[in-house]
């Protein structure tokens, strides 16, 4: 039986999570040692894959699949499946692109796309969005079309955009152009194509309809008439653009024009002359930074809801802050943003920052069930080194693993964990040990 430890909890800010045990053997998982399940041994008809890899005992390795699919793997939680980019050359043109899709719980392939070719250089960026609740692959590129010897033709944007939940081979894309020369990035509520000017466009992912925006029609805070001067597009909500300022003028809040602004939102005890910092996570979803509390050195972090302004959880972490790294479960309850982790159905998070007596956690991925993977980081100097962890948001357990080398996934989807092999190139499936 493996003997495990428990880490002391650092600014847990959740009643229900009530402190760490100083003890304490793996006595939900009998017979796990090093991350690896030795438990009950898997059916007889189940064919254990080929790749074996020292993973959590949430997992079983005695059944599951692998493919050796080349290509960036891309999860798609919330359809259930894990999608493979792929790139190859084309026949005397620049390279072709596109998704093969498989189902995360079989490894058999759902769809696969036509292959489709840049404008104008061999990027072919990739995109994955999140709107009303549905999942899409896209890339884009910028170039010139309809050019010939005699046609100087015109600068676009080319978008391609595919449902994640497609079916059948050579899937075709809804292709979208949009005049004039830009980038395209992931808004919230659709794709946005920012071209530098007065104006911004947002794609409904769903039909490839486009609405432009003119930055300058936008409404100011009622708090901040001068914001016009200063103001940029953080993001699109599903009530309009997400506006906000540069660091140019004395006004540091962010709003939806017509719709609410950051002072509607401010948590209490916050100064309200901080500047809250919002970062866009899902089509419906912002974590927002408020700052420091009032006479306390906790810094205030919030999860809210972009179209209504409304609050979902609220968390109060004291420590330097962690790297940020984005994750939100497959059923959308778990979101892991760097050192913490937000409940959005309890409205409640916890933190695990560097304070003087603690190092901080970089949690990665976060299951159905609120296990938290992740890195303790120990800073000397200039070197650092990770010791893997794992958390329970329904005890509020945090647990380090024997095993420093242990595998995490990077993706867990319809009841399986979704882990890389680099010594092989393979991918493999292992799921939820019963």
């Not at 100087?152 to 050579?170: K, L, N, Q």
């Not at 925006?213 to 016009?228: K, T």
């Amino acid at each position: 039986m493996r003997t495990t430890r428990w880490i002391a909890c650092a600014a847990v800010v959740v009643a229900l999570l009530a402190g760490c045990s100083d003890s304490g053997e793996d006595e939900e998982n009998p017979g796990a040692k090093d991350g690896k399940r030795t438990g009950p041994s898997p059916s007889a008809e189940a064919t254990p894959p080929g790749t074996q890899l020292e993973v959590p005992t949430l997992y079983d390795t005695g059944r599951g699949w692998e493919s050796t699919e080349e290509g960036t793997q891309l999860p798609l939680p919330r359809t259930g499946a894990v999608a493979v980019y792929w790139e190859r050359p084309g026949e005397g043109g620049p390279d072709e692109h596109g998704f093969t899709v498989l189902d995360a719980a079989t490894g058999e392939k759902r769809w696969s796309s036509v292959p489709v070719s840049p404008l104008g250089s061999t990027n072919l960026p990739y995109i994955r969005a999140t709107v009303d609740g549905k999942e899409y692959l896209a890339v884009w590129s910028s170039g010139t079309t309809d050019d010939d010897a005699v046609n100087r033709g015109r600068e676009i944007v080319a978008i391609d955009i595919f449902p994640a939940d497609s079916s059948g081979d050579g899937v075709q894309p809804v292709h979208v152009e949009v005049d004039g020369e830009g980038k395209v990035r992931d808004g919230g509520a659709g794709l946005l194509v920012e071209s530098g000017d007065d104006t911004v466009v947002a794609v409904d992912p769903a039909t490839g309809d486009t609405t432009e925006y003119g930055i300058d029609d936008q409404e100011p805070p009622a708090d901040c008439p001068q914001c016009e001067s200063s103001w940029e597009v953080r993001g699109l909500t599903a009530n309009g653009l997400l506006m906000g300022t540069s660091i140019d003028i004395d006004y540091s809040g962010f709003w939806v024009p017509g719709g609410w602004t950051s002072a509607d939102l401010r948590p209490k005890g916050v100064d309200p002359d901080g500047s809250p910092i919002a970062q866009v996570i899902s089509d419906d979803l912002l974590v927002v930074d408020w700052g420091q509390e009032r006479n306390t050195d906790a810094i205030v972090w919030s999860a809210v809801d972009s179209a209504s302004g409304e609050t979902l959880a609220t968390v109060r972490c004291e420590g330097d802050t962690t790297p940020i790294d984005d994750h939100m479960s497959a059923n959308g309850r778990y979101l892991v943003h760097g050192g913490r982790v937000f409940d959005l159905e309890e409205g409640t998070g916890v933190c695990y920052e560097r304070t003087d007596s603690t190092n901080p956690v970089e949690f990665q991925l976060a299951t159905d069930e609120g296990v938290v993977y992740g890195n303790a980081i120990n800073s000397e100097g200039f070197s650092s080194s990770g010791r893997p962890v794992q958390l329970d948001m329904r005890t509020g357990k945090i647990q380090e693993f024997d095993d420093v080398n242990i595998d995490f996934p990077f993706g867990d989807t319809a009841g399986f964990g979704l882990f890389w092999d680099e010594a092989s190139r393979t991918m493999v499936a292992y799921p939820h040990a019963s």
